[in-house]
């Protein structure tokens, strides 16, 4: 299994350019996440799909972030415009349900992260 | 709102010692329990997790973590570490009525002196 893979590893920027950060999650895994870390806010929630629909979206930012999923395989997180106070590293995480049952889910797991630099 | 508490930010330890990391929550309801290891310039793996049964669970590397509901905690111990232990260490909850979301502790950063 290859895991949930995320692309760019690296990306450097500058102020105002648009980022587009991408996911695959692991195959048959119906929930997907998008996390930020930074020193000083740690590990934030941004957005959380099940079965491709956004469920929470009260962790993005403000309006320059955006989050997709058009399908089981992928998704983006978009951010434009980017600011220097975007730089961190953005992960992506999985999950699957457990079976049977509403409400059963199985541990996260996560990419490597995309690190954002904005300059 | 779920809130989780790491106490200790950061520890210093020699080789040998014991390891017991420090996490509670806030929730009365029923709740699943992660702890993930983050070494440095890598991304969050799991260390062991409890769902329900025996509160008391192994989890990879030698280490385990306990559920005491009465307390509202899931302390992690490690009874030797190694200097390969090196990581920040988050704990993570899941409330039975929070979806597939997890609130995040804030950390504790281990550094382990050889």
């Known amino acids: 299994d290859a895991g949930v893979i995320q692309s760019p590893r690296h990306e450097v920027t500058e102020m105002g350019q648009e980022v587009t950060l991408r996911c695959k999650p692991i195959s048959g895994h119906n929930s997907l996440f998008w996390y930020r870390q930074t020193m000083m806010r740690g590990l934030e929630l941004l957005i959380y799909f099940n079965n491709n629909v956004p469920i929470d979206d009260s962790g993005m930012p403000e309006d320059r972030f955006s989050a997709k999923m058009p399908n089981a395989s992928f998704s983006t997180l978009k951010i434009q415009p980017s600011e220097p106070r975007d730089s961190a590293v953005y992960f992506c995480?999985?999950?699957?349900?457990?079976?049977?049952?509403?409400?059963?889910?199985?541990?996260?797991?996560f990419g490597p992260g995309t690190r954002l630099t904005v300059l | 709102a779920q809130s989780v508490s790491q106490h200790n930010h950061h520890v210093i330890l020699s080789e040998a010692a014991s390891l017991e990391l420090g996490c509670n929550y806030s929730?009365?309801?029923?709740?699943?329990l992660f702890w993930y290891v983050q070494y440095p310039g890598q991304h969050l793996q799991l260390l062991l997790k409890y769902f329900s049964g025996d509160p008391l669970v192994k989890g990879i590397k030698g280490f385990e973590a306990e559920f005491i509901k009465s307390k509202f905690s899931f302390n992690l111990r490690k009874p030797s570490v190694q200097w390969s232990d090196t990581a920040e260490y988050f704990c993570a909850v899941r409330p039975n009525n929070a979806g597939n979301m997890l609130t995040f502790g804030g950390g504790t950063r281990l550094m382990v002196k050889p």
């Open positions: 995480a999985s999950s699957s349900n457990l079976g049977t049952g509403g409400g059963s889910y199985n541990e996260q797991f």
């Open positions: 929730y009365g309801g029923t709740v699943n």
